[in-house]
């Protein structure tokens, strides 16, 4: 079993890595980071007590958000630059 | 001869009985909440997608009924199917028949309970439509029609549920054919018009929705000379399926089967569970009941049906990649819903978890085991999406937009199929039964991804009133945040379900208080 204190410091991992995933592009990759310590600490808690449970979900609905936005934003310049290229 | 007359005033303490039952349920009362959320969000639905009080009325009853044809077809699955099936596997049916009661009184007497908690709802749900009458749009004919016809719906749906729980024995197989009966003439009907360009009355008859859906449509594909003798039809088989109910129930009252003789499983297949259960314990146990080529066989044998249905190659291959963006997605909620509910609702989860097994192992296991089972069909799924949409592709010389949706919709497929796997095994784990884990799942990983969408659509038109000439700006990002909204889900399930599986799986569902 996964001590508990490395759970703890994953889930601040998770949080740390939410909150840089807010910066525009770099933010893509720390969003991921944070997905990935995110699962790990739910898969490796068995249901133990982990301080640091509120910053683990915060840091993922940050990274969410933020992945969000990119596809978003993506999406959009995509369109543009599309319609920019058909209308010549 | 008088033995076998039906006593009103017997039936009536089955009724007081189940009622009293009935009041002490949380579902009883959080129906109310669901209806008045559902009815909030047709109005903000028909809010956005209307301008004018008239044309906004008309959206507004469309959309209500069809949220309240939803709920009267689920009414027998979640009141009916199971309530006589359940007796039996209880053995409480036959304790029933020890007493002066007949077949007609138990059928009866369930079915007056269904009546009138599934009345009550609908008739909450009802001002929700009435409000179409204020806006204008729509008479008072219109909804009062509407209104009879969703009742009707409600009768044939609980009357259904009634016929197949006294016919079945096991909850698995009362669903699913409930599901067929209900569900599966309703999918049939876009392939009938598509070969037929009109609906054979037949079609029409053995469809419970076609009066419901032919009032909302407006007679455009849906035939109205239909209507009277559909209503006939399917009275006469309510009560035909009511009365054969009455009469087979006593008939059905017999000791539990002996277990039936297992295969010698053979040298290589010794070998290979060997190597299954060093890796995983759960996954074993979890592959025993797989059959992954059953449904693999069975997506590959509907493009034959559909080949002798349809006329053209652009309508069979249409069909049959619509099928397979639906169909990978319900044999994933079948099995993730029912699986966990089954094995919670049987005490085996508790048992496993007297064992030094991990619950992370445990739900490890059960997922890779359900993986296993889909692969092949969601590979198969896959590799006919790809080739039709290149096969479109190289026709047309550039990338249509039919091509796009399909890459978009094999995306969503692989995004879907792992949401609805961990949704399903957490409704499994929490639902009552698995009749409520089905629907749960279907809400949570069907539906929910999609209400933020709505949500967002809504609040964008009410605030900023957009004109948008191109769909695709309308169409990518509803996808993106519903894939989004997908995998949000998808982490939600996952985190309840490990964070809570000890504390659940040990928990008794003994009618707690309110």
Not at chain 1, 9 to 25: H, N, Q
Not at chain 2, 42 to 50: I, K, Q, Y
Not at chain 2, 88 to 107: C, H, I, N, S, Y
Not at chain 2, 477 to 496: D, V, Y
């Amino acid at each position: 079993m996964i001590p508990r204190s490395k759970l703890i410091e994953k889930s601040l991992g998770c949080f740390r890595c939410g909150v840089a995933s807010m910066i525009p592009l770099i933010g893509i990759v720390q969003a991921l980071v944070a997905l990935n310590r995110f699962g790990f600490v739910i898969v490796n808690t068995n249901e133990r007590w982990n301080p640091a449970r509120l910053r683990l979900y915060v840091g993922a609905l940050l990274a969410f958000a933020s992945l969000l936005g990119h596809a978003l934003i993506a999406v959009f310049v995509y369109l543009k630059i599309t319609r920019d290229i058909a209308n010549g | 001869m008088a033995d076998s007359t039906l006593r009103w005033r017997e039936m009536l303490p089955i009724v007081t009985r189940e009622l009293r039952v009935a009041s002490k349920r949380r579902a009883t009362y959080r129906l109310r909440l669901i209806v008045a959320l559902l009815g909030a969000g047709g109005l903000l639905l028909g809010a956005m997608l209307a301008g004018p009080s008239v044309e906004m009325g008309q959206w507004l009853f469309r959309i209500m009924s069809g949220v309240m044809l939803g709920g009267a077809s689920l009414a027998g699955l979640v009141l009916t199917a199971d309530c006589i099936s359940k007796e039996k596997r209880e053995g409480t049916l036959g304790l029933l028949f020890l007493t002066r009661l007949v077949g007609a009184d138990v059928a009866l007497g369930k079915l007056g309970v269904a009546v009138l908690c599934g009345g009550s709802v609908a008739f909450a749900a009802a001002p929700f439509l009435a409000v179409s009458i204020c806006l204008g749009g729509v008479t008072a004919r219109e909804f009062c029609e509407m209104s009879a016809l969703l009742v009707f719906l409600l009768a044939y749906s609980l009357v259904l549920g009634i016929f197949i729980s006294t016919l079945f024995r096991r909850e698995v197989v009362v669903s699913l054919l409930f599901c067929l009966a209900m569900f599966l003439p309703v999918i049939a009907t876009p392939l009938a018009i598509l070969k037929w360009k009109t609906l054979p009355e037949f079609y029409a008859q053995i469809n419970p929705f076609f009066p419901a859906l032919k009032m909302i449509e407006g007679g455009f594909f849906l035939p109205a000379e239909y209507l009277r003798p559909t209503l006939i039809f399917q009275t006469f088989a309510m009560v035909a399926m009511l009365g054969f109910s009455c009469a087979y129930l006593p008939w059905t009252v017999r000791s539990r089967e002996a277990g039936a003789q297992r295969k010698e499983p053979t040298r290589l297949r010794r070998a290979s569970h060997r190597a299954i259960l060093d890796s995983n314990p759960m996954l074993w146990l979890g592959e025993r009941k797989n059959h992954p080529l059953v449904l693999l066989f069975l997506c590959a044998g509907l493009r034959l049906c559909l080949g002798f249905s349809s006329k053209t190659p652009f309508e069979v291959d249409l069909a049959y990649i619509l099928l397979l963006a639906i169909l990978p997605k319900l044999f994933v909620l079948w099995q993730s819903s029912g699986m966990m509910a089954a094995e919670r609702e049987s005490g085996f989860l508790e048992t496993v978890l007297t064992t030094p097994i991990p619950s992370s192992e445990v739900l490890q296991g059960k997922m890779r085991a359900m993986k296993r089972q889909i692969f092949p069909t969601l590979l198969f799924a896959l590799l006919v999406q790809w080739m039709t949409a290149t096969k479109w592709w190289s026709a047309a010389g550039a990338i249509p937009w039919e091509t796009t949706s399909l890459f978009v919709a094999m995306i969503m497929l692989l995004v879907d199929v792992h949401t609805i796997a961990w949704v399903g095994m957490w409704q499994g784990l929490v639902a009552r039964d698995r009749r409520r884990a089905l629907i749960g799942a279907a809400l949570w990983g069907c539906i929910g991804p999609w209400l933020p969408v709505l949500l967002i659509g809504a609040v964008f038109q009410i605030i900023f009133d957009p004109t948008i000439r191109e769909p695709a700006l309308v169409i990518a990002p509803a996808l993106i945040i519903a894939n989004a909204c997908s995998i949000a889900i998808a982490c939600l399930a996952m985190a309840q379900l490990h964070e809570k599986f000890r504390s659940t799986a040990t928990e008794t569902w003994s009618l707690k208080p309110i």
